[in-house]
């Protein structure tokens, strides 16, 4: 029984963990454009560092486009130096910021509870 529990707690971690990833993907990009512009391969690597979120690189180019579409990102193109070749250069738009600024306030204000705090220290 107990190896029945387990497994089923790793189940339920699993698909709230790829919930969690899906609805904070944004918020996190944004987090991270709000420090530097960077291109999309700086995103992926800072998403992994930072939050232990990987994303294929088509998941992470349709959530770029839609981030542009939605206004939240502009882009520009640069020269790499190294290859020489064209890469799109991300940085984050006034809409941008303020969505992540809500977000942080109206969406994440529970984090910074002190309630919630002890709750998850006593984990």
Do not use: C
């Amino acid at each position: 029984m107990q190896g029945e529990q387990e497994e089923f707690a790793a189940e339920v971690v699993a698909r709230w963990r790829e919930t969690h990833k899906k609805s904070m993907t944004v918020f996190f990009i944004l987090v991270a454009l709000n420090t530097d512009p960077m291109w999309s391969r700086e995103l992926a690597t800072w998403l992994v560092n930072t939050t232990g979120i990987e994303l294929t690189e088509r998941g992470l180019h349709r959530t770029l486009q839609r981030m542009h579409k939605s206004g939240f990102t502009s882009v520009s193109t640069e020269t790499s130096p190294v290859s020489g070749a064209d890469r799109k250069v991300y940085t984050i738009t006034p809409l941008g910021r303020s969505v992540a600024q809500k977000i942080k306030q109206e969406g994440l204000d529970y984090v910074f509870s002190p309630a919630y705090q002890t709750g998850l220290e006593r984990l």
